[in-house]
């Protein structure tokens, strides 16, 4: 009977061993996430103005831009003109950046873009720069229907003149600008462009929380899914996906995956690019076909 008391006793201090050191650290990581995951997400830069004046860019090939959000919150940007192509020539990207930083920390790789040949423009999502709000995929997706609409309508560019980029994040908010959901009815579009390039981008967030993190039901407990590989198909424009061979944080295969769901999607994959890596080589030689 002492034995067994003893033994029980002994089954007592394991698992109570097992609840202090394991399943409740497990439990506070996991409710840790599920609390934080959106500032996980995104991740800004905040600046208390980027305008062009103040700091000192060239105003002759840079302007402001800004929108203002039917919820009350402002988008701004800017507009970069190119200075190697003729009127008659022109094209226009739409530049949706990724989920860190803001513009300013990308001003020369949008100058290299410009330099292709094609205007350039770009706005802070909500919370980054100095663009007002917080982000969720419900507000950027809306977002990015007021920019094409912006572009199509108040700068007069013709669908056909303008191609949509989008790198890692902004992959999934160009993807989404064929999706249904938005802050009202109103936003539902379906554009036209030229071309849709995406660069390091998923095929959905719950996948790549799955990959990154294989030990943990995260990919249960995301609030803004991006699910692209559920949106691709309704793209009719000819589609390119950039993806590195190297990418330390979304695997190759889900650039694969999202090529396979629409047909007519191409896949490039760059040996020896990382996540970060904007391929402007390649972006180069897409945007002169």
């Known amino acids: 009977m002492h034995n067994a008391r003893r033994k029980r006793s002994w089954r007592r201090k394991i698992l109570r061993g097992v609840a202090v050191y394991a399943v409740l650290p497990y439990l ?21 103005s980027l305008c062009v004046t103040a700091l000192n860019l060239d105003s002759e090939r840079t302007s402001d831009v800004q929108i203002k959000t039917p919820d009350g919150d402002v988008l701004n940007g800017w507009l970069l003109k190119s200075a190697n192509a003729d009127e008659a020539t022109k094209r226009l990207l739409i530049y949706f950046p990724g989920n860190s930083m803001n513009r300013l920390e990308r001003v020369s790789d949008l100058r290299e873009v410009a330099s292709f040949g094609y205007d350039v ?7 980054f720069g100095d663009s007002t709000g917080s982000p969720t995929e419900t507000r950027l997706s809306a977002d990015a229907k007021l920019i ?3 572009a199509t309508g108040e700068l007069g560019w013709r669908e056909a003149e303008v191609v949509v980029f ?5 992959g999934a908010v160009a993807v989404s600008l064929w999706s249904d959901n938005g802050l009202s009815n109103d936003h539902a579009i379906s554009p036209h462009p030229k071309a849709v390039i995406l660069s390091s981008t998923f095929a ?53 995956a999202l090529a396979a769901a629409n047909q007519n999607a191409e896949f490039v994959e760059l040996p ?17 076909q």
């Open 166 to 170: 989008g790198e890692s994040l902004g």
């Open 121 to 127: 423009l770009i706005f802070d999502y909500r919370g």
């Open 272 to 288: 020896g690019a990382g996540h970060n890596d904007v391929p402007l080589r390649q972006l180069q030689s897409l945007l002169q």
């Open 28 to 48: 506070s990581v996991t409710a840790i996430f599920t609390l934080t995951q959106r500032r996980l997400m995104y991740r800004p830069s905040v600046a208390d």
């Open 204 to 256: 959905s967030m719950p996948r790549t929380v799955q990959w990154n993190y294989p030990w943990f039901p995260f990919q249960y407990l995301v609030f803004d899914r991006w699910s692209s590989i559920d949106r691709i198909s309704e793209v009719a424009s000819p589609i390119t996906i950039l993806h590195g061979a190297d990418d330390e944080m979304v695997p190759v295969a889900e650039a694969r």
């Open 148 to 150: 094409w609409r912006y």
